[in-house]
């Protein structure tokens, strides 16, 4: 993650793994903290786990890559990151996306043939990459996309 991840799409989420025993890590080519947008304003600083450098997809079960506008814009030019996205389809791992993380999937080159949702004004985006439905939450296989939290 970059600054500016919607900070309810990584809370919420997060805190449900936690409860089922899972063990959360944040991943970011930012050091130390990385700052959450909170709908309209900036929310708060999350400490970052694991520098994406130095992130393996070998090492994790799934992926969830929360939304947010500024967070997936940027991280969607980031080679690194695309090639982390990538790992876990090549893996066959599960993937979770809200919002505008599917972007990071087009850019991933995992979108076409997917039934996917996301932010209404990606919906082009993803019908150009060949997958779009437009629901609240969709499951395809190993990943789970959803409209907003």
């Known amino acids: 993650m970059i600054e500016g991840f919607e900070q309810v799409e990584l809370e919420q989420p997060r805190r449900a793994l936690d409860a ?18 909170d709908l ?16 393996r997809a070998d090492d994790f079960d799934a992926l969830l890559l929360p939304g947010g506008v500024i967070n997936l814009d940027l991280l969607r030019m980031l080679t690194p990151a695309v090639a982390f996205v990538r790992a876990f389809f090549e893996a066959g791992k599960p993937v979770a996306a809200i919002c505008h993380g599917p972007w990071t999937i ?33 499951v395809d296989g190993n990943l789970v996309t959803s409209r907003e939290p």
């Open 20 to 37: 089922a025993g899972a063990d959360t890590n944040i991943v970011s080519p930012i050091e130390k903290k990385v700052r959450a947008w």
């Open 106 to 138: 087009v850019q991933a080159g995992h979108a076409r043939g997917r039934q996917m949702t996301s932010w209404p004004s990606l919906r082009t985006d993803l019908r150009n990459a060949g997958a779009v439905v437009d629901e609240e939450a969709v």
């Open 40 to 55: 309209t304003d900036w929310g708060d600083k999350f400490t970052v786990d694991v520098r994406l450098e130095e992130a």
